[in-house]
RNA sequence: GGUUCCGUAGCUCAGCUGGAUAGAGCAGCUGACUUCUAAUCAGCAGGUCGCAGGUUCGAAUCCUGCCGGGAUCACCA
């Protein structure tokens, strides 16, 4: 902000002019006042006291008197012990209401030139949506939202895991006993439909390993090789990988099926694509339903293969290094982390190698200068990995990688496993936090009146906002823990209140006559109550910068809280509509147009949708 | 074990690029709807900021060590 700047300056000349100490314009600390004390913006005097050796409170009088003196929008300044707090003129602050009242843009920041890919999502083919891709949707498209505003163009994308060997359990379990049902015979959701194949594959799996287990072969397994002190149940629990690669008749089906798939085989590759469409079909369901959209789909099926090119490039030019059993890998000890295969000694790529060659294609596809990728805090490492080779192949937008990394969701019973059936289904989720918009709204009847499509728009925008604020507010990477059984908050710090802020509003500037409206010009003095709010707005701006840089969504729902706050708090205290004068009337009218604006701004920013009454 | 993230009120979380007396919400208690929508507002109560050192005029914030919890350390993805 402009005053910023010229309260530095002012402080950096007043030094030079009053000490004769030169000091770099950055080095004023300069700070909202904090409510208990008068002033709108504070100098901290600490720093100065060495190099001048006087005393806080002298120092600070010093440069105050000459800060007012020099600038017309100061008038006022006091100290209190070594804090220095400035006062701004009433012609300032409407000045700065007019201002941004008057840029519909407010907030946004001029186009950068710079584009930035974001990778969300990234689901499997072979189960449905839960929870904690829900954050995970939430987080990325938040931080595209938030990208574009400060000023980049943002490509949002996802790579969708659509092959390899889970993807063939949903398949064969659907080949052996699906009996040729679809998603629309049996009226189920198509990812769903697939997810159930999935889970019954495994379910199979378990019985015929049970089974094996007191087999002739089975009895004979565990004599020849288990440990001494190991109980059957320990044994065959920890064996389980190898009997599904040796012994099990369903993984060597569904092995032989992985192979038929990398061979191309016409049946094995149809029945892929007709599964896959299904999912695809449940997926965009719940997309839309959560309001995201991507802007380029990225598949493993076609990625999986990618960065063998690198690796002889690599080879070439030292960055890796090939072993006798042919296998290839980088040495990246002195970056502190370990030796990283990067090729198997077969020749085959492994998941990094794909992902440095997936990197390279959407740098080609798009020529991006940043990349962005929104992954559990699991990969932490992995990410760590693939940035330093990335900067070591020399990619020339390895050094603007970044890894939104977030916390898993748990539940209050523990971890959630897709196996153990503990997942909270994104759909159900959705569906049920409408749910619970209906019944707070049910006790209050203000939308009784409407037509019963508007009703259930509402209660949408209600119900999803009250899900996405309550799982974007908290840090990215703080672990959250989520209770199914409680039902998801709608008072407090939440999505509805920021809501209700903002219809409070509407419902205020629905009622007056635009014509009736004059200046403001005339009114004398902001009270605390408008001064309040006015001071946050100012703020948006510099929230949306850091909010970028920090790829960190939890603060715009952070501020938006405090606004609406701050809103309700003067709602409450100030008459509106019946103000004392007209101007003073203008003034409130004007400032809570620009409330709307900035709440609806953050909220979009978030995915979150106003509603105009609730 | 190495690396890394987290630890703030009964619970869920802000604050962390060092600044004034550590803030919210929920839950509990008290009060405010003939008023622009009470999904709101005001108040009470609730804290060894995991522990111990250090740096500093000043530490929840930075550094070191420890304790507790998670993640990760595959020729898996």
């Known amino acids: 902000m402009q005053i910023l700047n010229e309260i530095q300056n002012g402080i950096k000349d007043a030094l030079?002019?009053?000490?004769?100490?030169?000091?770099?314009?950055?080095?004023?600390?300069?700070?909202?006042?904090?409510?208990?004390?008068?002033?709108?913006?504070?100098?901290?005097?600490?720093?100065?006291?060495?190099?001048?050796?006087?005393?806080?409170?002298?120092?600070?009088?010093?440069?105050?008197?000459?800060?007012?003196?020099?600038?017309?929008?100061?008038?006022?300044?006091?100290?209190?012990?070594?804090?220095?707090?400035?006062?701004?003129?009433?012609?300032?602050?409407?000045?700065?209401?007019?201002?941004?009242?008057?840029?519909?843009?407010?907030?946004s920041h001029p186009k950068n030139g710079k584009k930035v890919m974001v990778e969300f999502s990234s689901p499997n083919t072979n189960k449905p949506l839960h929870l904690g891709h829900i954050r995970n949707i939430l987080l990325g498209w938040s931080c595209s939202q938030i990208l574009e505003k400060a000023g980049y163009e943002v490509i949002k994308t996802q790579i969708i895991n659509d092959r390899g060997i889970a993807i063939c359990?949903?398949?064969?379990?659907?080949?052996?006993?699906?009996?040729?049902?679809t998603p629309k015979s049996t009226n189920i959701k198509g990812d769903l439909f697939v997810g159930k194949y999935y889970v019954l594959f495994d379910q199979k799996l378990k019985e015929e390993y049970s089974e094996w287990q007191s087999s002739e072969k089975g009895k004979e397994v565990y004599a020849s090789s288990h440990k001494e002190n190991q109980s059957?149940?320990?044994?065959?629990?920890?064996?389980?990988?190898?009997?599904?690669?040796?012994?099990?008749?369903?993984?060597?089906?569904?092995?032989?099926?992985?192979?038929?798939?990398?061979?191309?085989?016409?049946?094995?590759?149809?029945?892929?694509?007709?599964?896959?469409?299904?999912?695809?079909?449940?997926?965009?369901?719940?997309?839309?339903?959560?309001?995201?959209?991507?802007?380029?789909l990225y598949y493993e099926s076609d990625t999986y293969l990618l960065g063998k090119k690198i690796v002889e490039q690599g080879l070439n030019s030292g960055t890796f290094y090939s072993e006798d059993d042919g296998s290839v890998w980088i040495d990246l000890e002195d970056a502190g982390m370990d030796k990283k295969l990067i090729l198997r000694s077969d020749g085959t790529?492994?998941?990094?190698?794909?992902?440095?060659g997936t990197a390279q294609v959407r740098n080609n596809d798009f020529g991006v200068d940043r990349m962005v990728y929104v992954v559990g805090d699991e990969q932490d490492y992995h990410f760590k990995v693939l940035f330093q080779i990335m900067k070591r192949l020399g990619e020339p937008y390895a050094d603007d990688m970044h890894h939104l990394s977030y916390g898993m969701i748990d539940l209050p019973t523990g971890k959630m496993k897709s196996r153990e059936g503990?997942?909270?289904?994104?759909?159900?989720?959705?569906?049920?936090?409408?749910?619970?918009?209906?019944?707070?709204?049910?006790?209050?009847?203000?939308?009784?009146?409407m037509d019963k499509v508007e009703q259930e728009d509402i209660l949408r925008k209600i119900g999803l906002a009250a899900l996405k604020f309550m799982i974007i507010k908290?840090?990215?990477?703080?672990?959250?823990?989520?209770?199914?059984?409680?039902?998801?908050?709608?008072?407090?710090?939440?999505?509805?209140?920021?809501?209700?802020?903002?219809?409070?509003?509407?419902?205020?500037?629905?009622k007056y006559n635009q014509n009736e409206v004059g200046s403001y010009e005339a009114y004398t003095k902001p009270n605390e109550f408008e001064m309040a709010l006015l001071k946050e707005i100012v703020e948006y701006p510099s929230l949306i910068k850091d909010a970028a840089e920090n790829?960190?969504?939890?603060?715009?729902?952070?501020?938006?809280?405090?606004?609406?706050?701050?809103?309700?708090?003067?709602?409450?205290?100030?008459?509106?509509?019946?103000?004392?004068?007209?101007?003073?009337?203008?003034?409130?009218?004007?400032?809570?147009?620009?409330?709307a604006r900035v709440m609806q701004g953050c909220m979009e920013l978030l995915g979150i949708e106003m509603p105009e009454k609730m």
């Open 16 to 107: 030079l002019s009053e000490y004769n100490h030169t000091i770099p314009v950055e080095s004023v600390l300069i700070s909202q006042t904090r409510k208990e004390f008068t002033g709108d913006y504070t100098i901290v005097v600490f720093p100065f006291v060495k190099a001048l050796k006087s005393n806080p409170v002298e120092i600070g009088n010093t440069l105050g008197k000459y800060v007012v003196e020099n600038n017309n929008s100061i008038t006022d300044f006091n100290v209190v012990k070594g804090f220095l707090n400035f006062s701004l003129s009433p012609e300032y602050w409407k000045g700065q209401l007019a201002e941004i009242s008057s840029n519909m843009d407010f907030g």
């Open 349 to 356: 790529s492994v998941y990094i190698t794909q992902d440095i």
């Open 474 to 510: 908290i840090q990215p990477k703080k672990r959250m823990i989520f209770d199914p059984k409680e039902s998801v908050d709608m008072q407090g710090q939440t999505g509805p209140y920021v809501q209700y802020a903002y219809v409070r509003i509407k419902a205020v500037l629905r």
């Open 169 to 181: 359990k949903s398949m064969l379990a659907w080949q052996l006993y699906g009996n040729g049902d």
């Open 232 to 296: 059957e149940e320990n044994f065959f629990k920890a064996y389980k990988n190898t009997y599904f690669n040796q012994y099990s008749i369903l993984g060597n089906k569904a092995k032989d099926m992985l192979l038929s798939w990398e061979a191309k085989d016409d049946t094995i590759r149809n029945l892929w694509m007709m599964m896959n469409s299904w999912v695809y079909d449940g997926f965009e369901e719940t997309y839309k339903k959560l309001g995201v959209s991507f802007d380029k």
């Open 551 to 595: 790829l960190d969504p939890s603060s715009i729902a952070n501020y938006s809280y405090n606004l609406a706050k701050t809103y309700h708090r003067f709602f409450h205290e100030v008459r509106i509509l019946n103000a004392e004068s007209e101007p003073a009337k203008a003034f409130r009218l004007e400032l809570s147009k620009v409330v």
């Open 422 to 449: 503990t997942v909270v289904d994104a759909d159900d989720l959705v569906k049920e936090v409408i749910e619970e918009a209906r019944n707070s709204s049910a006790e209050r009847g203000e939308i009784g009146e």
